[in-house]
């Protein structure tokens, strides 16, 4: 029964009934590496917090880490500052963390300013629910990330908060 607890996702609070939950922590977060059609993924785009549409596709050539988070879910707000300093860390080296927000735009944009976040931040709403779908996160739960190389595909996804040590490592695997 312990080891159940320890690998189950424990499934939070819902933003789109029966479509977007919020993964809770467990001992290791869901891995996988997709084969998927990531052409789709890079022709979608969404508007930033100013309201300006920002094609996926500009993030093409660089190593791409793809957060799906809301600000309301604990376990993204927990990964959050290490994607910070991440991108601090790694942007002169081609990294990019782009996240793609599941919430209103006025409760994104408190929280980015809160946090500092130094990374584009767009928002989905269903529409990046459909996107991380094709991105692999087959039960629609958040935080969800997908790792892209610098050629476009996907190398690395998780569902469930990502833990800097398992990003950073993947991280020097790609640049």
Not at 136 to 147: D, E, K, Q, S, W
């Amino acid at each position: 029964m312990k080891r159940l607890m320890r690998t189950s996702v424990v499934l939070g609070a819902i933003l789109i009934p029966g479509l977007v939950a919020c993964s809770g922590p467990t001992d290791k977060p869901a891995v996988a590496v997709v084969q998927t059609d990531t052409a789709k993924i890079f022709a979608a785009a969404f508007p930033d917090l100013e309201g300006k549409p920002q094609p996926l596709k500009q993030w093409q050539g660089k190593v791409l880490v793809l957060n799906f988070w809301a600000p309301w879910c604990p376990p993204c707000r927990a990964e959050i500052p290490d994607f910070i300093r991440l991108q601090e860390q790694y942007r002169a080296q081609g990294v990019i963390f782009v996240g793609l927000a599941l919430d209103q735009k006025d409760k994104v944009q408190a929280f980015s300013d809160e946090m500092g976040i130094n990374y584009p931040i767009l928002l989905g709403e269903n529409d990046a629910a459909e996107l991380g779908k094709l991105a692999g996160n087959r039960l629609g739960g958040l935080p969800f990330t997908a790792i892209f190389s610098r050629k476009g595909a996907i190398v690395y996804t998780v569902s469930g908060e990502l833990k800097r040590e398992q990003l950073e490592a993947t991280l020097k695997g790609l640049i």
